[in-house]
């Protein structure tokens, strides 16, 4: 019965979650199609577009995009008095003559500049489906939405899928519920609870690829950012009831300052969630997680760093830095995110995360160049060509702007040159060689032209050998046993490296290949004492003598560390979050300095005797079959090799 209980609870987690992604999508459209036929006054986005003084209520917009400013109202100068008959004295009479507008007719807004009469302008209200702007909206929002049921189908048993889900549908619903946050307490409240989304990413990191420390610090964590938004979400609640019933300007200010806080949360909250993938990714050792990893990594280096520049910064600074706020095509950089985090979830080829990383920080640099070069010189440049020529526009312009072009491009190549230095292309030993031509790659034909060639180098000097090692094993001499030995473990080991796979891929458990492994391994060493600790687990698809012999060469390593006859050798199998371990334990010397660093090098060894293969064999197989190996030292003494896999959702003992 607890069996049952402890399968049953999994599926209704995804149950609950499948309901989440459906009632949370539906909201979301209601809302966004709700926005589509609503009049857009180009008065209130992300807050009201008015800043309150004490000689009344000025247009202060946060984007150039707006109706007011298409219809000539000067942001600053301009003082709202009254919209549609309704006199405006206050930020709240402004929200409520706002909301009072719900048709596409042009309305009234009454102005005022220092020392001019009241002038009234006829503003028609932008019917969202003529501008371009909801589409990128709409494609954010839909790709939030594929995100979020990929999710759940892909990984429902996964410890990160729930933040992860959560983040992507409260982000969705914020988008959609934004404009009408003003409407009423709850759509208020609901807004400001999609706040939470960069952090609950940061909650996800935490859980990805695995769990990161200790289940109290991920429990303080997860508590302190559940806490400290449901008081934020609390205090903006009782600051918008308070004002709406009062109408005083000092709580509103209030409401906005802590807004503004927010804004500079969510950066820390992206800066400490691109720290953790990228701890994360120098820290995995296996291929899968390591190519989800890079993907994740350069969507949040594409899409933040423009957003929050874009849209988010404007909104802090205010002022006349409205002119460079993008609004609703912020959100075009945006739905990077969730597009990388769909091509992490399903693609099975990996992105140079360096030369990305290259490109990325050679393009940056031109573009922050580019900008300040042109904020800084241009006006003055086109001044002195107007003045020393005596030309008339757009000439002076069009020089200026040529000169200045001109001198990004001459600094274009050293800075390319900064980010990517030339070097020549080193393949260390096969294992480069399958990482520069893996699948889907340009070198993908190289690499099957050269798993053709070294066959059939193995075909042809298999047989020679088998011959020259049956001779051997008569001859007296020790040394040619053993270099025949060695020959035919040379061919056997590079077959299986470079050859088409000896078995087929099927489903084996962390025991039923650890069992078989130790059982070699004590034909190979009787002198040796191996013991294998195991309880069942879940299967996974592998080719099951590949990862056997892999497993063989380790446990060889094992056995000759530990020399003394009798030595223990233990082996040990279980299961984590979302792995399969085999974790190998000998009782040797353990690993100097040099060893951590050169182990898993082709043909370097500290054991005289030895090529250096074993090891270097070993982690080629396992990570062609998505596997990982990682050796470190064993709590009392001696070397741990940790062998790991990745489980899929759904896998079954």
């Known amino acids: 019965m607890p069996g049952a209980a402890n399968a049953a609870r999994p599926r209704r987690r995804a149950l609950l979650l499948l309901a989440l992604c459906v009632c949370m999508t539906a909201i979301s459209g209601w809302f966004f199609a709700r926005s589509l036929v609503t009049p857009d006054t180009g008065l209130i986005r992300y807050d009201p577009e008015v800043t309150a003084g004490v000689d009344g209520i000025r247009f202060s917009p946060s984007s150039p995009f707006t109706a007011p ?14 919209l549609d008959s309704r006199p405006v004295s206050s930020t709240r009479d402004l929200v409520r003559a706002v909301l009072a507008v719900r048709s596409f007719d042009p309305y009234e807004l009454g102005l005022q500049r220092e020392g001019a009469p009241v002038r009234t302008v006829s503003i028609t209200p932008h019917f969202r489906p003529a501008r371009p702007d909801w589409a990128f909206e709409l494609a954010f929002c839909l790709m939030l939405a594929v995100a979020a049921f990929a999710l759940w189908r892909r990984f429902p048993r996964a410890p990160f899928t729930v933040p992860l889900v959560l983040s992507v549908l409260l982000s969705m619903l914020f988008t959609c519920i934004m404009p009408f946050s003003f409407e009423s307490t709850a759509a208020n409240v609901t807004a400001n609870a999609g706040n939470i989304s960069s952090w609950l990413l940061v909650i996800f990191a935490m859980y990805f690829p695995s769990r990161r420390g200790s289940r109290a610090a991920r429990a303080l964590v997860v508590g302190g950012v559940v806490a400290l938004y449901t008081a934020f979400c609390v205090l903006r609640a009782v600051l918008y009831a308070r004002w709406m019933a009062s109408g005083a300007e000092g709580l509103f200010s209030v409401y906005r300052q802590v807004g503004r806080l927010v804004i500079f949360s969510d950066g820390v909250a992206y800066g400490v969630l691109a720290a953790l993938l990228a701890r994360a990714y120098t820290k995995s050792r296996l291929p899968r997680d390591r190519r989800m990893l890079q993907w994740m990594l350069a969507g949040v280096l594409i899409a933040f760093p423009p957003y929050f520049f874009l849209d988010q910064l404007p909104l802090v600074l205010g002022g006349p830095f409205h002119k460079v706020g993008l609004g609703s095509l912020a959100q075009l950089f945006l739905s990077i995110l969730p597009l ?71 600094v274009r190549y050293p800075v390319e040159r900064l980010f990517s230095p030339p070097r020549t292309r080193r393949v260390e030993g096969l294992q480069g060689v399958i990482t520069a031509a893996g699948p889907g790659s340009g070198g993908a034909g190289r690499l099957a032209e050269l798993r053709a060639v070294v066959s059939g180098i193995v075909r042809t000097l298999r047989e020679p050998v088998r011959l020259l090692a049956r001779s051997a094993a008569e001859a007296s001499d020790s040394r ?50 191996f013991t294998l600790e195991a309880g069942g687990g879940p299967t996974f698809p592998c080719y099951a003598e590949e990862v056997i012999q892999a497993l063989g060469l380790l446990l060889d390593n094992a056995a000759e560390a530990s020399a003394s006859p009798g030595a223990e050798v233990g082996v040990r199998c279980s299961t984590g979050p979302a792995r399969a371990v085999i974790e190998i334990t000998d009782r040797g010397p353990g690993l100097d300095g040099e060893a951590r660093k050169r182990m898993f090098k082709p043909f370097w ?41 990745p489980l899929e959702p759904g896998e079954t003992t």
């Open 340 to 410: 990388f985090l769909l091509l992490a979830l399903t693609r099975r080829t990996a992105i140079n995360l360096k030369s990305f990383l290259g490109k990325y920080g050679a393009w940056g640099t031109l573009l922050t160049l580019t900008v300040v070069a042109f904020a800084a010189a241009y006006l003055p440049l086109a001044r002195m060509f107007a003045s020393a020529y005596r030309v008339q526009s757009p000439i002076p312009e069009a020089l200026a702007a040529s000169l200045l072009v001109i001198g990004i491009g001459a």
């Open 69 to 82: 400013l298409a219809a000539g109202v000067e942001p600053e100068a301009d003082r709202i008095v009254s």
């Open 480 to 529: 040619q046993r053993e270099a025949a030995a060695e020959a035919e473990f040379f061919l056997e080991t590079l077959g299986s490296l470079f050859g088409p796979s000896a078995s087929r891929v099927g489903r084996s458990s962390a025991e039923e290949l650890a069992a078989a492994a130790v059982s070699g391994a004590r034909l190979r060493f009787p002198w040796a004492s």
């Open 605 to 645: 060894t500290s054991k005289p005797g030895h090529r250096g293969l074993g090891l270097y064999f070993a982690r080629v197989v396992l990570e062609r079959n998505e596997g990982g190996v990682m050796l470190s030292a064993g709590p009392s003494g001696g070397t741990v090799a940790t062998v790991s896999f």
